[in-house]
């Protein structure tokens, strides 16, 4: 029993760990980060907040938070060579294939937080990492796009320093938009960290071998990449600008009800939700507080609630109980803030990297800790005797 939640034991049977980060309630869709619901993290928290919770278990006081930031801010300067590392990649490599490779890259540039036996050593990585992610993701849409890095600006929040370093170009001073950087700062709380998800899973996996924390964070992105995992927003966007308008709804509802059909409506169901995604409540709020303050509108947004209205009252969803899930509406933000699709996934990445950081720390520092090893139902032949090439 965790206060009103019961652990419901069914799940020992499949749980990979033990862990008191994130409380997923899959039939409630409750998601607590240390017993904190997401709802109220997303409005009155800051991601810093949530990462310092995330990571110690405990909502900073003041001067905690002032010394975390700060901690974090001093890490956002990546090593110069780093943009060498970029200039190897073709212009229009996917964010998500640089992100793998500069990421896991980053042992050989910090190899002096690599021992993950030295505690010392586990915070600096950690630190390094998430200041590090906007950074590193930033100088792969930049150089997509073909413009310079820009270096971070310390006097900036850490959502107005990626925004600048993104959006902003030398030649010009960048102005932070108070709506957008606090958008971007609910997005990143929305994409903190969700239990055992498949990437996280990934991360713990890789991490159990001993194996550094920033292989690890690469590892993680590698599986998040994937459309059924953090891959969806992208792909939820563009399933919804390719149906375009509300009357080309029902043939996209028939093909995901269709069993010979692949197409899957993205952003649709999840492996434990079996509610709403309460993550994607706050982005659809957001779609409409940022649409109104910026007085923007995006006929997507209109399609995608009516999708959602058409799906929610269809049989085949509500029998197998698919909802939204984050990535529904949060490309539909990503876009009028200017990011291209795809760079939504890595944006992803940047947010749960506190995520998988706090979860490798918990798992790396777990006395019981060994090397993960699933085992399998073996489906192939019994033993069988040698045959020579000439009798073949
Ligand atoms: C994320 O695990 C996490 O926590 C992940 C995440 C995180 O924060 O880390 O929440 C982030 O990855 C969210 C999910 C993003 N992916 C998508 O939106 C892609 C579209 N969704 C589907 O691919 C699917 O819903 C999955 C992969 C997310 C889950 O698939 P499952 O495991 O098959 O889901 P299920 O068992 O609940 O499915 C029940 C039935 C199945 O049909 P039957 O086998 O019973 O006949 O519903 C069908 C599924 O085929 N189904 C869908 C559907 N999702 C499930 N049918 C149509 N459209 C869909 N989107």
Redo the contacts with the bound molecule.
């Keep these: 029993q965790t206060g009103a939640f019961t652990y419901d034991p069914g799940f020992t049977s499949t749980a990979s760990c033990r862990s008191a980060l994130t409380f997923?309630d899959g039939e409630e869709g409750v998601l607590l980060h240390r017993g904190y619901a997401i709802g109220e993290l997303a409005e009155r928290s800051s991601f810093m907040e949530v990462a310092y919770l995330l990571l110690n278990g405990e909502l900073p006081d003041a001067s905690e938070l002032d010394d975390f930031v700060a901690t974090i801010t001093r890490h956002t300067m990546v090593h110069e060579q780093l943009a060498s590392f970029y200039r190897g990649f073709r212009r229009d490599a996917h964010p998500m294939a640089v992100m793998c490779g500069v990421v896991g890259a980053l042992s050989a540039f910090y190899p002096d937080s690599t021992n993950v036996h030295d505690a010392g050593q586990r915070l600096v990585a950690s630190h390094r990492l998430v200041a590090k992610m906007p950074t590193v993701a930033a100088m792969a849409y930049k150089y997509s796009i073909g413009q310079p890095f820009l270096y971070p600006d310390n006097s900036l929040s850490y959502a107005g320093n990626f925004l600048r370093m993104t959006f902003g170009v030398p030649a010009e001073e960048y102005e932070v938009n108070p709506i957008v950087e606090r958008a971007m700062d609910r997005i990143f709380i929305l994409?903190a960290?969700?239990?055992?998800?498949?990437?996280?899973s990934t991360v713990r996996l890789a991490g159990s071998s001993g194996a550094n924390p920033f292989a690890c964070m690469a590892a993680g992105i590698a599986c998040?990449w994937?459309?059924?995992?953090?891959?969806?927003?992208e792909?939820?966007l563009n399933m919804l600008r390719e149906i375009g308008t509300p009357d080309r709804i029902p043939h996209y509802i028939a093909r995901?009800?269709d069993?010979d059909d692949p197409?899957?409506?993205?952003?649709?169901?999840?492996?434990?939700?079996?509610n709403y995604?309460p993550?994607a409540t706050v982005m659809q709020k957001t779609v409409r507080e940022v649409f109104g303050s910026l007085k923007v509108s995006d006929p997507v947004f209109d399609t995608a609630l009516r999708l959602e209205e058409i799906a929610l009252s269809d049989p085949?969803?509500i029998e197998?109980?698919?909802f939204p899930?984050?990535?529904?509406y949060s490309g539909i933000i990503l876009s009028v803030i200017g990011f291209p699709t795809s760079m939504f996934t890595a944006l992803?990445a940047l947010a749960?990297t506190v995520?998988w950081i706090a979860q490798w720390n918990e798992m790396i520092t777990d006395s019981d800790q060994k090397i993960g090893r699933p085992r399998q139902i073996y489906s192939g032949p019994t033993q069988r005797e040698y045959v020579e090439l000439a009798q073949r």
């Design positions: 997923i994409h960290d969700h239990e055992q998800n498949a990437s996280t998040l994937g459309p059924a995992h953090g891959g969806a927003n792909a939820a995901a009800k069993k197409f899957r409506l993205m952003g649709f169901g999840h492996r434990v939700y079996k995604d993550r085949y969803f197998k109980k698919l899930n984050v990535d529904f992803f749960r995520g």
